[in-house]
């Protein structure tokens, strides 16, 4: 079963604009991951955020976690035509080791 | 570091056919766990293996089962493949709770 909700489902933005994503998730967490897939080929890990982390940086993005409101959001500043891809949040459970527990994504097209 | 690598790329089986996939783990991570992705969804947990055992189990039928080697390399076999089977299969590997890197997949066709 799928634990998070992206949104949107798709997000269609021109290149130099930023682009922002959200999960909400259901139950508690260790920790959030951000990844994102190209057509359908390996996840590449973008970034996790930690249940006493409130917010992360890396390079372009920016992940918050509000763990009041089982929610977090990835944001990419200045997109260019290469971030074109689908985005998934994935959560860990305390009890759950590293096993990953993911929303459907978010397909952001970014045009040049 | 070659990352977390998988065989084969694609694979088209016969209903009823049984298959197996393979996963090399990045270096020094210990941890190997698969993840089935339908098109369109995002992917869904089916076991993680531990230590050369099976440590947690998704909502998956029995005809999935796998393995994993003391170089903690992985094995994923389902038989008594259905239609239902066709998707991306994800292996990941991770140490401890720290990130999951995943492999590039093998996309499994069931004709």
């Known amino acids: 079963s799928q634990q998070g909700e992206e949104d949107p489902q798709a997000l269609s933005i021109q290149e130099g604009e930023n682009a922002t994503m959200n ?8 920790n959030l991951q951000w990844y994102r897939q190209n057509s359908g080929r390996g996840l590449v890990h973008l970034i996790l955020i930690r249940s006493n982390e409130r917010e992360k940086h890396s390079g372009r993005l920016r992940v918050t976690l ?3 409101k089982k929610s977090s959001s990835l944001l990419i500043t ?27 994504g978010t397909m952001l097209l970014v045009s040049p | 570091d070659a990352g977390v690598t998988q ?6 089986k016969t209903r009823g056919q049984q298959v197996t996939l393979r996963c090399s783990p990045k270096s020094g991570h210990d941890t190997v766990s698969w993840y089935q992705q339908a098109l369109g969804q995002g992917p869904q947990f089916i076991f993680q293996y531990y230590e050369e055992e099976e440590r947690q189990r998704g909502n998956f039928p029995d005809r999935f089962s796998g393995h994993q080697f003391p170089n ?17 299969y994800l292996c990941a590997s991770s140490l401890d ?15």
Not at chain 1, 23 to 30: D, G, P, R
Not at chain 1, 78 to 83: E, G, H, I, T
């Open chain 2, 7 to 12: 065989s084969p790329t694609h694979l088209i």
């Open chain 1, 66 to 68: 509000d763990t009041s």
């Open chain 1, 78 to 104: 200045a997109s260019r035509a290469a971030d074109t891809a689908s985005y998934f949040c994935a959560t860990a459970s305390f009890r759950g080791y590293s096993t990953l527990t993911f929303g459907k």
């Open chain 1, 23 to 30: 999960c909400s998730y259901k139950t508690s967490i260790n």
């Open chain 2, 72 to 88: 903690y390399s992985s094995e994923l076999n389902v038989n008594a493949l259905l239609l239902g089977d066709s998707a991306l």
């Open chain 2, 97 to 111: 709770t720290s990130e999951a890197f995943f492999g590039q997949g093998t996309r499994l066709t069931v004709v």
